[in-house]
């Protein structure tokens, strides 16, 4: 049967090879289809290189129809407006396997927030030794102004975006936490509404869980955090502004949960309560869910040379007058040197072992583990503990001689800045690959969404399977040339 | 609504409407001194034009003499020049960006488009194929931007924002350039040039002002001075007269505004006395000297800018 | 001890400021060597000044106008009761558990913010070497006596060649500075030891020609076990007793600066201060 299947038409499959070693979602090792694609695959089987062109048309046009953009500042000052590029093949993942990525990234979410609220208060898990106090406080990412503030809720990182991979032992395995502003998540929803749009017959023969409940539930979050005593909070989106690359995304949610989008001109600080600007006058705001780094939240706090904050805002966040999601200091929790911790950290406070893999990791800081880095360095990934968005990555196995040699003087210098960890084979996985015309395999990630509020937690069902579009690469920042995929999760 | 909102849907009006107005009257302009009287040369209708816009200082200052490509480029493309018709409706898209919620995408698609048509206009197509072919096509996208306004915005605050930007524009266009064409008209009183020259003049103008064919349907008369003043400043039913426009303000500040005292020297009360003022003004009483009657009007609309500013767009 | 002190700034902006916000730091507290008897906070553009505790617990004075001015002048003036204190900053363990305490991890983390460097404090790699060795068989108050007297000497009194920005690192290069670049000096210095050292920012007596009284003045505190904190003025090389009039501490300059503004304006502007601490002795009833 599998076969019969498998034998309608591989045209578009035909230059498709399956590469020993690593982990393909959709083939098995004899490189049959796996049980939960094969709807899919048979029909994409039946297409010819013309219809996949057409539908990938079809499907760009969807995100220029709805704006998707983000913004691409290296060129010039004015900044050009990109589509994320997508891909039509879905990520599927089957109700058992999700089953536990959901109950393993609630539980580190859960462990996660409790190693914060202990950081800034009594500091026990760096008193018993469970985590170096060395490492937290010269994290560029704690903040002192957190100290002994108790953000309602008890709660501090309310979204959280932790990325998983899927390594050659089949195993999913956490490979960073995003704790502080994490983005993406209205590419998620556009590209359902996309694949919708494109292949809706493909819906028909699959029980597909939504996702369009993510706006709502995110609401929902933020009201139940607001300050005690405001039964019906005034609730607003802070972005940076429309310059910044995630504008579209700051918008599309405020849009969505139909509150106000402000930057942080609309707002003013008057006797430690939050205002916002309007045609009527100022009017009391309560939460704010901030795409605004700390760094630049508050001019009178942190940088005095911000513009794009509100002066005086921490003192009404100590206050308690406003909320702010995230809280900030949150950075400190997702350090990738603080990452090596979180197993331990689940332990400590759960008394449980934890649900989802950790990369293991050597701290450069450490001199054993420094040692074995320089001595394997060929196989090893190398990155800077506090950079975002794939800067700073150094691969071993793809690096010259000549490189290999100057990294090794950089970590050298700056030991604390470095962790490494063995080079995680990702996943791959069919994606249109529109030159050729045919399916070809592309290494894949995924971003998952985890929200936590006062007596409330929500994890979106799939997330953002990202694709490093390059063939061979392991990049799949949508910002050094990642594309992304709609995630199915199965009923 | 957010002040910054309403700020930037008030000057994405005001930039509409400037573009619009900037465009008309320079190939009005450009175009009727292709066949003028004698005495209209081209020249003095290139100063009039850079006079409208506020330009012809620096122009002077860059160029010297007034040649004809660079003047209209100067007018039309020129990005380093603010007041150029492309710097106005670049102008009015960042404006539509910053308040794009707030409109429906019918409506930012129309500005969109207008945008990428005006920046995808090289020199060596306003060289090819002239002025006309150019603003023409600017005061067309403006008509479809303008219909989208109407008919696909709820008529709420955004509505009445964008609006009071217009109007306000409008008002303030319509005095320069009656202000523009009574100094043309003295210095040709000055050369003693007669009937032909005073006609000419009028039609200009009223074609500057889209109010061509509407005033001689309404005075059913070879167009003079007298008229067309009247027509411009005081008719109560045209919608591009002074008249008209700060009466329509004066509705959307009433939309707006919650407040039902009306304190001396607020905003509603300055738009109100002016409005009544001008109900029961004769063209008789402004012509005895109109220019300063203009220019009086000229700092009335600005103080009325002030005013809206001041209470609802301040961030 | 009664001392009368006037803090007035005095600030002209080239273009009207439309909105603003100020923080001030200026008003002494109150701890078991002093209190404020009586005060007034005074503002030219007549704005109600709302107060609030820092993160540290002291108060910060802030005012808020969208009220549109060119020139702010904001004065206080405050009536304080200083008591005679403890002035010699003896040590009461012996010099092995001062040691067993200053280096427990407990103590570590309970102390951090005033043991970890920061912007002011970090010093180059070539400069470390100029810090003060510690004999850690004596006691920490000896040591940070000589720490006051090594700082002293070790940069000269000269206005104009440091501003609120030049860390110790930078004073230390070109071997001069103001009050505050003494005090971030030693702070360096003292953590770099691991000693917990904070900022103080406050008023100096002005009838004595102490050096940095003219103005607001800056001095250390040092943390010494079984003792408390304790304070050193390295820029006179003095122990701190009644001439000095707390207002805040904090881990660096960054928290005790007397006055911060967002403003929206234009152009230039010049900010300028004075301040006058004149005290009386007690009448005998």
Same mark, same amino acid.
């Given at each position: 049967?599998?076969?019969?299947?498998?034998?309608?038409?591989?045209?578009?499959?035909?230059?498709?090879?399956?590469?020993?070693?690593?982990?393909?979602?959709?083939?098995?090792?004899?490189?049959?289809?796996?049980?939960?694609?094969?709807?899919?695959?048979?029909?994409?089987?039946?297409?010819?290189?013309?219809?996949?062109?057409?539908?990938?048309?079809?499907?760009?046009?969807?995100?220029?129809?709805?704006?998707?953009?983000?913004?691409?500042?290296?060129?010039?000052?004015?900044?050009?407006?990109?589509?994320?590029?997508?891909?039509?093949?879905?990520?599927?993942?089957?109700?058992?396997?999700?089953?536990?990525?959901?109950?393993?990234?609630?539980?580190?979410?859960?462990?996660?927030?409790?190693?914060?609220?202990?950081?800034?208060?009594?500091?026990?898990?760096?008193?018993?030794?469970?985590?170096?106090?060395?490492?937290?406080?010269?994290?560029?990412?704690?903040?002192?102004?957190?100290?002994?503030?108790?953000?309602?809720?008890?709660?501090?990182?309310?979204?959280?975006?932790?990325?998983?991979?899927?390594?050659?032992?089949?195993?999913?395995?956490?490979?960073?936490?995003?704790?502080?502003?994490? !983005?993406?998540?209205?590419?998620?929803?556009?590209?359902?509404?996309?694949?919708?749009?494109?292949?809706?017959?493909?819906?028909?023969?699959?029980?597909?869980?939504?996702?369009?409940?993510?706006?709502?539930?995110?609401?929902?979050? +933020?009201?139940?955090?607001?300050?005690?005593? +405001?039964?019906?909070?005034?609730?607003?989106?802070?972005?940076?502004?429309?310059?910044?690359?995630?504008?579209?995304?700051?918008?599309?949610?405020?849009? !969505?949960?139909? +509150?106000?989008?402000?930057?942080?001109? /609309?707002?003013?600080?008057?006797?430690?309560?939050?205002?916002?600007?309007?045609?009527?006058?100022?009017?009391?705001?309560?939460?704010?869910?901030?795409?605004?780094?700390?760094?630049?939240?508050?001019?009178?706090?942190?940088?005095? /040379?911000?513009?794009?904050?509100?002066?005086?805002?921490?003192?009404?966040?100590?206050?308690?007058?406003?909320?702010?999601?995230?809280?900030?200091?949150?950075?400190?929790?997702?350090?990738?040197?603080?990452?090596?911790?979180?197993?331990?950290?689940?332990?400590?406070?759960?008394?449980? /072992?934890? +649900?989802?893999?950790?990369?293991?990791?050597?701290?450069?800081?450490?001199?054993?583990?420094?040692?074995?880095?320089?001595?394997?360095?060929?196989?090893?990934?190398?990155?800077?503990?506090?950079?975002?968005?794939?800067?700073?990555?150094?691969?071993?196995?793809?690096?010259?001689?000549?490189?290999?040699?100057?990294?090794?003087?950089?970590?050298?210098?700056?030991?604390?800045?470095?962790?490494?960890?063995?080079?995680?084979?990702?996943?791959?996985?069919?994606?249109?690959?529109?030159?050729?015309?045919?399916?070809?395999?592309?290494?894949?990630?995924?971003?998952?969404?985890?929200?936590?509020?006062?007596?409330?937690?929500?994890?979106?069902?799939?997330?953002?399977?990202?694709?490093?579009?390059?063939?061979?690469?392991?990049?799949?920042?949508?910002?050094?040339?990642?594309?992304?995929?709609?995630?199915?999760?199965?009923? | 609504?957010?002040?910054?909102?309403?700020?930037?849907?008030?000057?994405?009006?005001?930039?509409?409407?400037?573009?619009? @107005?900037?465009?008309?009257?320079?190939?009005?302009?450009?175009?009727?001194?292709?066949?003028?009287?004698?005495?209209?040369?081209?020249?003095?209708?290139?100063?009039?034009?850079?006079?409208?816009?506020?330009?012809?200082?620096?122009?002077?200052?860059?160029?010297?003499?007034?040649?004809?490509?660079?003047?209209?480029?100067?007018?039309?493309?020129?990005?380093?020049?603010?007041?150029?018709?492309?710097?106005?409706?670049?102008?009015?898209?960042?404006?539509?960006?910053?308040?794009?919620?707030?409109?429906?995408?019918?409506?930012?698609?129309?500005?969109?488009?207008?945008?990428?048509?005006?920046?995808?206009?090289?020199?060596?197509?306003?060289?090819?194929?002239?002025?006309?072919?150019?603003?023409?096509?600017?005061?067309?996208?403006?008509?479809?931007?303008?219909?989208?306004?109407?008919?696909?915005?709820?008529?709420?605050?955004?509505?009445?924002?964008?609006?009071?930007?217009?109007?306000?524009?409008?008002?303030?266009?319509?005095?320069?350039?009656?202000?523009?064409?009574?100094?043309?008209?003295?210095?040709?009183?000055?050369?003693?040039?007669?009937?032909?020259?005073?006609?000419?003049?009028?039609?200009?103008?009223?074609?500057?002002?889209?109010?061509?064919?509407?005033?001689?349907?309404?005075?059913?008369?070879?167009?003079?001075?007298?008229?067309?003043?009247?027509?411009?400043?005081?008719?109560?039913?045209?919608?591009?007269?002074?008249?008209?426009?700060?009466?329509?303000?004066?509705?959307?500040?009433?939309?707006?505004? @919650?407040?039902?005292?009306?304190?001396?020297?607020?905003?509603?009360?300055?738009?109100?006395?002016?409005?009544?003022?001008? @109900?029961?003004?004769?063209?008789?009483?402004?012509?005895?000297?109109?220019?300063?009657?203009?220019?009086?009007?000229?700092?009335?609309?600005?103080?009325?800018?002030?005013?809206?500013?001041?209470?609802?767009?301040?961030? | 001890?009664?001392?009368?002190?006037?803090?007035?700034?005095?600030?002209?902006?080239?273009?009207?400021?439309?909105?603003?916000?100020?923080?001030?730091?200026?008003?002494?507290?109150?701890?078991?060597?002093?209190?404020?008897?009586?005060?007034?906070?005074?503002?030219?553009?007549?704005?109600?000044?709302?107060?609030?505790?820092?993160?540290?617990?002291?108060?910060?004075?802030?005012?808020?106008?969208?009220?549109?001015?060119?020139?702010?002048?904001?004065?206080?003036?405050?009536?304080?009761?200083?008591?005679?204190?403890?002035?010699?900053?003896?040590?009461?363990?012996?010099?092995?558990?001062?040691?067993?305490?200053?280096?427990?991890?407990?103590?570590?983390?309970?102390?951090?913010?005033?043991?970890?460097?920061?912007?002011?404090?970090?010093?180059?790699?070539?400069?470390?070497?100029?810090?003060?060795?510690?004999?850690?068989?004596?006691?920490?108050?000896?040591?940070?006596?000589?720490?006051?007297?090594?700082?002293?000497?070790?940069?000269?009194?000269? #206005?104009?060649?440091?501003?609120? #920005?030049?860390?110790?690192?930078?004073?230390?290069?070109?071997?001069?500075?103001?009050?505050?670049?003494?005090?971030?000096?030693?702070?360096?210095?003292?953590?770099? #030891?691991?000693?917990?050292?904070?900022?103080?920012?406050?008023?100096?007596?002005?009838?004595?020609?102490?050096?940095?009284?003219?103005?607001?003045?800056?001095?250390?505190?040092?943390?010494?076990?079984?003792?408390?904190?304790?304070?050193?003025?390295?820029?006179?090389?003095?122990?701190?007793?009644?001439?000095?009039?707390?207002?805040?501490?904090?881990?660096?300059?960054?928290?005790?600066?007397?006055?911060?503004?967002?403003?929206?304006?234009?152009?230039?502007?010049?900010?300028?201060?004075?301040?006058?601490?004149?005290?009386?002795?007690?009448?005998?009833?």
């Amino acid at each position: 049967m599998r076969q019969d299947v498998a034998s309608i038409n591989r045209s578009v499959f035909n230059a498709y090879v399956s590469e020993p070693g690593l982990l393909d979602e959709v083939f098995n090792e004899n490189n049959l289809v796996k049980d939960h694609y094969r709807k899919v695959f048979t029909q994409f089987s039946r297409y010819s290189t013309d219809d996949l062109n057409k539908i990938n048309e079809y499907a760009k046009l969807s995100f220029f129809n709805q704006g998707v953009t983000f913004a691409v500042y290296s060129e010039n000052l004015k900044g050009i407006e990109r589509i994320f590029p997508f891909d039509f093949f879905p990520r599927i993942i089957p109700n058992k396997e999700w089953e536990k990525l959901e109950k393993g990234l609630l539980q580190r979410t859960l462990a996660i927030n409790l190693f914060l609220e202990d950081i800034y208060h009594d500091k026990k898990i760096l008193k018993d030794g469970v985590v170096p106090a060395e490492l937290i406080f010269s994290s560029n990412f704690y903040n002192r102004e957190m100290i002994n503030i108790n953000p309602a809720g008890g709660v501090y990182a309310h979204v959280s975006g932790t990325d998983l991979i899927k390594h050659s032992d089949g195993e999913y395995y956490v490979l960073e936490d995003n704790i502080r502003c994490p !983005s993406g998540v209205s590419y998620v929803l556009s590209n359902r509404e996309a694949m919708k749009r494109t292949l809706s017959n493909l819906f028909l023969s699959h029980q597909v869980l939504p996702v369009q409940d993510y706006p709502e539930q995110l609401l929902a979050i +933020i009201q139940s955090v607001a300050p005690d005593g +405001i039964d019906n909070p005034n609730c607003v989106v802070l972005s940076p502004g429309m310059y910044n690359s995630a504008y579209y995304e700051h918008s599309f949610l405020a849009q !969505s949960m139909g +509150i106000p989008l402000v930057e942080g001109r /609309d707002l003013f600080v008057d006797r430690n309560f939050v205002y916002m600007k309007t045609i009527y006058g100022p009017e009391r705001v309560d939460v704010i869910y901030r795409r605004v780094d700390d760094d630049f939240i508050d001019p009178l706090s942190f940088r005095a /040379d911000s513009v794009l904050g509100v002066p005086g805002i921490m003192g009404a966040y100590r206050e308690g007058n406003v909320s702010l999601l995230n809280a900030p200091g949150t950075g400190a929790a997702d350090d990738k040197a603080v990452y090596t911790y979180i197993p331990a950290i689940i332990k400590y406070y759960l008394g449980e /072992d934890p +649900i989802l893999n950790n990369v293991h990791t050597y701290h450069c800081e450490s001199d054993g583990d420094f040692r074995y880095v320089l001595e394997h360095m060929q196989n090893l990934v190398i990155k800077p503990v506090d950079e975002s968005g794939g800067y700073g990555v150094f691969i071993g196995s793809k690096a010259s001689k000549e490189e290999l040699a100057q990294y090794k003087r950089i970590i050298t210098a700056n030991r604390r800045k470095y962790i490494a960890q063995p080079i995680m084979s990702l996943s791959v996985h069919p994606t249109y690959i529109e030159e050729n015309g045919c399916f070809e395999h592309r290494h894949i990630d995924l971003r998952t969404y985890c929200l936590m509020g006062k007596k409330k937690q929500f994890v979106l069902k799939g997330g953002l399977t990202r694709v490093a579009l390059t063939k061979g690469s392991l990049i799949v920042n949508s910002s050094q040339g990642g594309g992304s995929k709609d995630t199915w999760v199965l009923e | 609504m957010l002040s910054r909102i309403a700020n930037s849907l008030f000057w994405m009006g005001r930039y509409l409407e400037r573009a619009e @107005h900037t465009a008309r009257y320079a190939r009005v302009h450009y175009c009727s001194s292709l066949d003028a009287p004698l005495v209209q040369k081209k020249e003095f209708v290139m100063e009039s034009s850079l006079n409208l816009s506020g330009l012809l200082y620096e122009y002077k200052k860059a160029h010297g003499t007034l040649e004809d490509e660079k003047v209209l480029y100067t007018i039309t493309l020129q990005e380093s020049n603010p007041l150029s018709i492309r710097a106005c409706v670049n102008s009015a898209r960042e404006n539509a960006r910053g308040a794009r919620d707030s409109l429906s995408s019918e409506l930012w698609e129309s500005i969109n488009r207008f945008y990428h048509y005006v920046n995808n206009y090289s020199e060596a197509d306003l060289n090819d194929k002239g002025i006309y072919n150019f603003t023409d096509k600017v005061v067309e996208n403006c008509a479809i931007v303008n219909g989208y306004v109407h008919k696909s915005l709820i008529h709420n605050e955004v509505w009445s924002f964008i609006h009071l930007g217009m109007h306000l524009e409008r008002a303030n266009q319509i005095t320069r350039i009656l202000i523009a064409k009574t100094n043309d008209m003295g210095k040709a009183a000055t050369q003693k040039l007669g009937k032909v020259v005073e006609n000419y003049q009028c039609v200009t103008l009223l074609k500057s002002a889209e109010a061509f064919d509407m005033s001689r349907t309404y005075y059913k008369a070879v167009p003079n001075y007298h008229d067309s003043l009247e027509f411009l400043i005081l008719n109560n039913d045209f919608p591009r007269s002074i008249c008209y426009n700060l009466t329509r303000m004066g509705r959307y500040l009433d939309r707006i505004n @919650h407040s039902k005292l009306q304190e001396k020297d607020s905003l509603e009360f300055t738009v109100g006395k002016i409005c009544a003022t001008l @109900h029961y003004l004769t063209i008789q009483e402004i012509e005895g000297d109109v220019l300063i009657f203009l220019n009086n009007m000229l700092l009335s609309i600005n103080k009325i800018g002030e005013l809206i500013e001041k209470k609802y767009l301040n961030y | 001890m009664r001392y009368t002190i006037e803090y007035q700034s005095y600030n002209v902006y080239q273009h009207p400021v439309k909105e603003a916000i100020f923080e001030f730091r200026v008003l002494p507290c109150n701890d078991e060597t002093q209190a404020v008897t009586t005060y007034s906070l005074i503002n030219s553009i007549g704005e109600p000044v709302f107060s609030f505790k820092n993160l540290f617990g002291f108060e910060v004075n802030r005012i808020r106008t969208v009220a549109g001015f060119k020139e702010f002048t904001f004065r206080l003036n405050a009536v304080v009761q200083k008591n005679e204190s403890e002035l010699f900053p003896y040590s009461v363990l012996s010099p092995e558990e001062e040691q067993t305490e200053l280096t427990a991890k407990a103590f570590y983390i309970d102390y951090h913010l005033y043991l970890l460097q920061s912007y002011y404090t970090i010093l180059a790699p070539e400069n470390r070497e100029h810090v003060l060795e510690f004999d850690r068989s004596q006691p920490l108050s000896t040591y940070l006596q000589l720490l006051n007297g090594y700082v002293h000497s070790m940069l000269s009194y000269q #206005k104009d060649t440091t501003d609120v #920005k030049t860390t110790a690192n930078e004073a230390l290069n070109i071997r001069s500075g103001v009050c505050q670049d003494f005090v971030h000096l030693f702070i360096a210095m003292a953590r770099y #030891k691991g000693i917990p050292a904070r900022y103080v920012s406050g008023y100096l007596n002005q009838g004595k020609s102490f050096i940095g009284s003219a103005l607001m003045h800056a001095w250390v505190e040092a943390f010494i076990p079984g003792v408390g904190w304790k304070g050193f003025d390295p820029t006179n090389n003095l122990l701190v007793d009644t001439n000095y009039i707390k207002v805040s501490h904090g881990a660096d300059y960054a928290d005790c600066s007397p006055i911060k503004g967002v403003l929206k304006t234009k152009g230039d502007n010049t900010t300028s201060y004075r301040v006058k601490v004149s005290s009386q002795q007690q009448q005998q009833q």
